[in-house]
């Protein structure tokens, strides 16, 4: 609703808005106001022009023109939308049936169809009105089928997209009928285009049948609209132009009115949620809460990236969502950092931030965000682009969606050189091959000629690199690089990955919500829990040293190949914060079998230990009784008993 | 107790065969875990056994009898792997969960249903009126394998189930799975690419290799003297194992 609502926002929308309602108020209201003016016969003032008593003078019968164009509104816009009505049914109508009657009749119903789209619209908008006769009826059905195919090839491409969705299939599982799949979960997904479309269509449909009623095919006398009025004022052109002038006028205006505001409905549902969202306000939140921070040693020539007391900030509909509270981490020259963390934890939007990917609608803040010593913040200039685009690569979890599926692999790696290295056409296409070969992928040079859909998942996967490595990056920031991929792919992918940081002295920043791959890559890891960093510890200690009861609860998490089979495996109680609503005090105490009073009161600082790791936790260490009789336990008791 | 048995099963896409001769028991009660990498043709055969995919070769019986893949009973229920996908994003998850449950109960008895298996998955009944859109992946996954086990089925199919899940989520949605499994004596079809989870929730492995099973056995034997030499690169590559 809201999004509809933003139609209005727009100049064009709100006119377009404004034209329509005016139409249809005209069409209620112009027979009850003027109906007697506009049939009021003065057979000593016929086919006279325009003046004070007549504004575009008077028809053969000495009736007021003006008047009759704006009475012919109602019957004008009433058979327009009784067309579009017809269009609209019979298209769904054949639009659905293959859904409805399965594959093989489905095939019959869409050659029709398609063959059917291939005739011009008026054709066969004349050939029906042949067929149902001269006069108002005759008319309503045959623009109305003369539309109905191309509402149909819609409904049809629309429906078979959705069609093809998980939910379709998880409704089919279910035992969901055909007709309630329709109804109840492929018409609402669908509905939106088709009720821009059908908007639009009415705009059609209504200089449709101005055309036919001027052709003598539409309605017919006593009655008239607005076609109907053009075609007795189009034989005394010369004598009053005004005559076809003001009912051709309406139907311009009308048409228009119906055209622009689908598509500025359509505009405004395409374009999503611009508009909806509550702005920012301007205010600058103070990001020093944590001065400990000083104590990590930001200090050094071999810092690739330098990131302190990192927010991130979203407009809610509560006031602003802040997912990343203050973050600060250095990553140096070579080193390999992961960061770990349940889903909303904030791990990814702090790789965004850092590679200045945040939305518009979202505020990144920082004391100091700095790539290779040049300041982050600056904002979207050339050079930030340049740094950016030469400087850090980005690695995105899935890779099929991070290509242009439209284009050639080599094409889509060559832009990259040509944008930020300025080289050729031949020689960035060269640069990308050797790229493509650089990340082990076989026959690079035809490979490059391929499109994203001919490469599996691990190969684009490795393109993706491939890509970064197109300028000479000192980071790549990886996030979840490898979920979307098979065991066997992920570990190359890793593999390439270290590979690439060895060779180069490459930095690496990988994301990661499983805590053995990033054990697996990585020197140091930060663990991240509700938008901060809660441990910062070398991977090597993750099993054995990890100090705060998340880290620890997060590695006896995760089964591995000598995990217990007789024992559930470990869980982590309860829900990870909502970013919209976190509470006083560690986040983290409420799922904590270390908490205590303080916890919940005083949010611990991330304390700096003497070995360089940090910690966040007032019971860091403590040793933690293992409880397997937890609440998993207590719920599959219930299920039991049900 | 049901057993879903797949014999000689061949689903063919065009010219490409997806699924070539297989054959596989998931005795009553038990898990099999099947791995293999993707287009190996492991969701193929999962789509087949729920009426996804039609059989061009070959039965899928349940209990000797052939899967009902028609009407409002559905004794073999899956869960898909893209919790963004699997759950229309038009109804609410309440809704969504609802729609599984077998007709016959009432709207209060529905309601109550709905409440309990959304507790039971770890997420609170009072939402039960959220769109999709307001809950985060390893939320929805819950909501997907809620509305699974709404339909009581004797079969499950779950085909990667967790691998779009956070850890934590995961080992809750396993240890879930091997109590419901134990208690309710499910049988399932636990596609997996993660050894690790295979080896902790089945009790049988099969490896699927380009359409074909190519190793399979009990879960602990397979693991340990793989056979197969594709079996031997998947457990090479299990993450974790080169620790520092």
């Known amino acids: 609703m809201r999004r509809w609502r933003s139609v209005l926002r727009t100049p064009l929308g709100l006119t377009a808005t404004v034209l329509t309602v005016g139409v249809l108020v005209l069409a209620v209201v112009a027979p009850i106001l003027w109906s007697d003016e506009a049939n009021a016969i003065d057979t000593s003032n016929i086919m006279a022009g325009p003046s004070a008593e007549h504004w575009a003078g008077t028809d053969n019968l000495g009736r007021d023109i003006f008047y009759r164009t704006l009475v012919a509104t109602r019957l004008s816009v009433e058979l327009a939308l009784a067309a579009t009505v017809v269009a609209v049914l019979v298209g769904l109508l054949l639009g659905t049936a293959p859904f409805l009657l399965g594959r093989r009749a489905g095939r019959f119903v869409n050659a029709g169809v398609n063959i059917a789209v291939a005739f011009p619209g008026i054709l066969l908008a004349l050939f029906f009105a042949v067929i149902f006769g001269v006069g108002a009826t005759g008319a309503v059905l045959a623009i109305g089928l003369a539309g109905a195919p191309a509402f149909a090839r819609l409904t049809h491409t629309l429906v078979a997209a959705v069609e093809g969705r998980d939910f379709v299939a998880a409704a089919r599982v279910a035992g969901v009928g055909r007709m309630r799949l329709l109804f109840r979960h492929v018409l609402p997904n669908v509905s939106e285009p088709l009720a821009v479309n059908a908007t639009i269509g009415a705009g059609g449909a209504l200089l449709s049948f101005a055309g036919l009623s001027f052709l003598g095919l539409g309605v017919q006398q006593p009655r008239y609209d607005w076609g109907r009025l053009l075609y007795d004022g189009i034989s005394s052109i010369y004598v009053n132009p005004w005559a076809a002038l003001t009912p051709g006028i309406a139907v311009i205006v009308a048409g228009l009115a119906f055209n622009l505001f689908g598509e500025s409905v359509a505009k405004a549902l395409g374009v999503g949620m611009v508009g909806a969202i509550p702005r920012l306000p301007d205010e600058v939140v103070e990001t020093t809460e944590e001065p400990a921070v000083d104590a990590v040693d930001h200090l050094g020539s071999d810092l690739v990236l330098d990131v302190r007391d990192l927010t991130v900030t979203f407009p809610g509909e509560h006031g602003p969502i802040r997912p990343v509270r203050g973050v600060s981490f250095a990553v140096r020259r070579g080193e390999s950092v992961g960061v770990v963390g349940e889903s909303g934890s904030g791990k990814s939007l702090t790789a965004l931030a850092v590679s200045r990917l945040i939305d518009d609608t979202g505020r990144v803040e920082a004391s100091r965000l700095e790539l290779l010593g040049h300041d982050l913040r600056a904002g979207d200039t050339s050079a930030q682009r340049e740094l950016l685009g030469t400087s850090l690569a980005m690695v995105f979890q899935d890779p099929m969606t991070s290509f242009n599926p439209t284009q050639r692999m080599g094409g889509q790696l060559a832009e990259v050189a040509r944008h930020h290295q300025g080289l050729g056409r031949r020689a960035a296409l060269a640069r990308a091959v050797d790229r493509l070969r650089a990340v082990r992928i076989t026959d690079p040079e035809a490979r490059a000629h391929q499109y994203p859909h001919e490469f599996s998942g691990g190969m684009r996967q490795r393109a993706m690199i491939g890509m970064g490595l197109m300028?000479?990056?000192?980071?790549?920031?990886?996030?979840?690089?490898?979920?979307?991929?098979?065991?066997?792919?992920?570990?190359?992918?890793?593999?390439?990955?270290?590979?690439?940081?060895?060779?180069?002295?490459?930095?690496?920043?990988?994301?990661?919500?499983?805590?053995?791959?990033?054990?697996?890559?990585?020197?140091?890891?930060?663990?991240?829990?509700?938008?901060?960093?809660?441990?910062?510890?070398?991977?090597?200690?993750?099993?054995?040293?990890?100090?705060?009861?998340?880290?620890?609860?997060?590695?006896?998490?995760?089964?591995?190949?000598?995990?217990?089979?007789?024992?559930?495996?470990?869980?982590?109680?309860?829900?990870?914060?909502?970013?919209?609503?976190?509470?006083?005090?560690?986040?983290?105490?409420?799922?904590?079998?270390?908490?205590s009073a303080r916890c919940r009161a005083e949010d611990p600082p991330l304390a700096t230990e003497a070995d360089g790791s940090r910690v966040a936790c007032w019971h860091a260490g403590e040793p933690i009784e293992i409880e397997i009789q937890d609440r998993e336990l207590v719920e599959l008791e219930e299920v039991e008993a049900s | 107790m049901s057993e879903l048995r797949f014999e000689d099963v061949v689903v063919r896409y065009g010219h490409y065969t997806a699924v070539d001769q297989v054959s596989l028991t998931v005795p009553a009660g038990q898990v099999v875990g099947l791995v293999g990498e993707s287009g190996s043709g492991k969701s193929t055969l999962a789509r087949a056994a729920v009426g996804l995919a039609p059989l061009d070769a070959g039965r899928i019986l349940l209990n000797g009898e052939p899967v009902p893949t028609r009407g409002r009973r559905r004794p073999l229920q899956m869960v898909f792997q893209d919790p963004y996908s699997s759950l229309d994003p038009r109804m609410t998850i309440g809704e969504s969960i609802a729609e599984a449950i077998p007709p016959g109960s009432s709207r209060a008895q529905r309601k109550a249903e709905v409440e309990r298996l959304l507790e039971l998955v770890h997420l609170d009944p009072t939402r039960a009126g959220a769109l999709p859109s307001e809950l985060s992946g390893g939320q929805r996954q819950r909501v997907a394998l809620a509305r699974a086990l709404a339909g009581r089925p004797s079969v499950v199919v779950a085909d990667e189930i967790t691998s779009a899940l956070d850890v934590s989520i995961q080992g809750a949605v396993l240890n879930l799975v091997r109590e419901l499994q134990r208690e309710l004596g499910l049988s399932m079809l636990f596609i997996s690419h993660n050894l690790a989870v295979v080896r902790y929730v089945a009790t049988h492995v099969a490896v699927m290799h380009q359409g074909r099973i190519v190793e399979q056995g009990p879960t602990a034997q397979v693991l340990a003297e793989p056979d197969h030499d594709y079996t031997r690169a998947l457990l090479a590559a299990v993450p974790g194992k080169r620790n520092h």
Do not use: F, K, N, W
Request: aromatic share 2%; net charge negative; hydrophobic share 50%.
């Open chain 1, 471 to 595: 300028g000479s990056p000192a980071l790549i920031v990886a996030d979840e690089p490898t979920t979307a991929l098979d065991v066997t792919v992920q570990q190359q992918v890793l593999e390439l990955l270290a590979d690439i940081r060895a060779a180069d002295d490459v930095a690496l920043v990988l994301i990661s919500h499983d805590v053995s791959v990033v054990s697996e890559v990585c020197d140091r890891v930060l663990v991240m829990y509700a938008g901060r960093i809660v441990e910062d510890l070398p991977a090597a200690e993750l099993e054995s040293a990890a100090r705060h009861p998340y880290t620890r609860a997060l590695v006896a998490a995760v089964p591995d190949m000598t995990t217990d089979l007789d024992r559930p495996l470990a869980v982590i109680p309860g829900r990870p914060v909502d970013p919209a609503d976190v509470p006083a005090g560690c986040a983290y105490a409420a799922r904590c079998p270390l908490a």
